[in-house]
């Protein structure tokens, strides 16, 4: 094997261990998580919870590195074709799913208030706009795919790339300053706010690919050493400093940094082998919402439920529901693999 087919080797597995690492980080995410009074387990969990926080970014900066990837305006036709069989199609079909879910255990009493209205719009606007799911990430995917023309006019170019980006960060910035967040925002608010917020992330992985790919693709120990040095600077800084007087600005702008940081580091680890199951992070990533629900409107509603407030107990009960969820999950998308491999390469976007 040549250097170049290594490195693409390499660059691949790379893609398919951060991305379980991504998945399962949003599993856990997505764990409520009673903090309590307990110093420990609050601050623990706080910590934990702003590096979760850092999924979604890097997720949508590698779909956009992973797009525009040795990517030429002939290729457009082809690659927006597959992105309807791998995204369009899978979210609405798990959006369905979702919201018949929520609109039963709604109506069995396991859920108390819905978060759509219960007629035909109602259902509609929750299946487009992902109002039950965890899947808004798509949507914004598939947004960001159809303007992919314009955002390959603009990154492909280093100077105007980096001025873009920078004014996408000021204009976030500016938003936060006049306190826009500050009453709180949706990701399914359908706002160019919430829009640009997002889209920074994934330009950020366009620009990399567009201009930088050799760069990022070329493994380097002091490019790496470094990378790591500075993550551990960021994690104290955020605990000395950011964990008490930060706010959202510059947490989303600490999040922009974290993600080349991370990418670098990561090549210091010995590679690690890749498995079959990790290719099931998709499914993962889709249906693990169903398990959350269950597993955790159960020991709502039994005799767990007296302990749920005892630090050992919430976080015994997090650890836990995050493990048995990535089980379940897996064990189910290797299952509909096997008795039904159609219906999975539908529902999974032809993954795995």
């Known amino acids: 094997m040549d250097a170049s087919s290594h490195n693409d080797t390499y660059f691949h597995n790379k893609i398919i261990v951060i991305s379980t690492i991504l998945a399962i980080g949003i599993v856990f995410l997505h764990i409520k998580f009673d903090e309590g009074i307990n110093t420990i387990t609050k601050e623990a969990h706080q910590i934990l919870s702003f590096f979760l926080n850092t999924c979604v970014p890097l997720f949508f900066s590698i779909s956009g590195y992973l797009f525009f990837r040795k990517f030429s305006m002939q290729q457009l036709g082809s690659k927006l074709k597959r992105r309807i069989k791998s995204l369009l199609i899978p979210y609405l079909i798990w959006n369905l799913a979702y919201v018949i879910f929520m609109y039963v255990i709604h109506r069995i009493g396991v859920l108390g208030e819905l978060t759509f209205v219960p007629n035909a719009s109602g259902f509609i606007k929750a299946i487009v706009n992902a109002e039950c799911s965890p899947l808004w990430f798509i949507r914004y995917l598939v947004l960001f795919v159809c303007i992919a023309p314009l955002t390959y006019f603009v990154l492909r170019h280093r100077l105007m790339g980096a001025l873009f980006i920078t004014l996408q960060v000021a204009f976030n ?118 398990v959350i629900y269950g597993l955790q409107g159960t020991v709502s509603k039994t005799f767990f439920r007296e302990y749920s407030h005892m630090p050992l107990f919430t976080t015994f009960e997090f650890i836990l529901i995050g493990l048995i969820t990535i089980l379940v999950c897996l064990s189910l998308s290797h299952l509909c693999k096997t008795l039904f491999p159609r219906t999975y390469s539908i529902v999974s976007g032809n993954r795995g």
């Open 173 to 290: 910035l500016y938003n936060y300053h006049i306190g826009y967040f500050d009453n709180g925002i949706s990701v399914n608010d359908n706002t160019l706010v919430m829009f640009n917020y997002q889209f920074v992330y994934f330009s950020l992985g366009a620009y990399a690919a567009l201009c930088w790919s050799k760069s990022v693709e070329s493994k380097s120990k002091l490019k790496s050493k470094i990378a790591l040095i500075a993550l551990f600077a960021m994690v104290i800084i955020y605990y000395f400093i950011l964990k008490e007087y930060g706010n959202s600005g510059i947490n989303h702008f600490y999040r922009l940094i974290w993600i080349p940081i991370f990418w670098f580091s990561f090549d210091l680890l010995p590679e690690i082998r890749i498995r079959p199951w990790m290719k099931f992070t998709f499914f993962l990533y889709c249906s693990h919402m169903f």
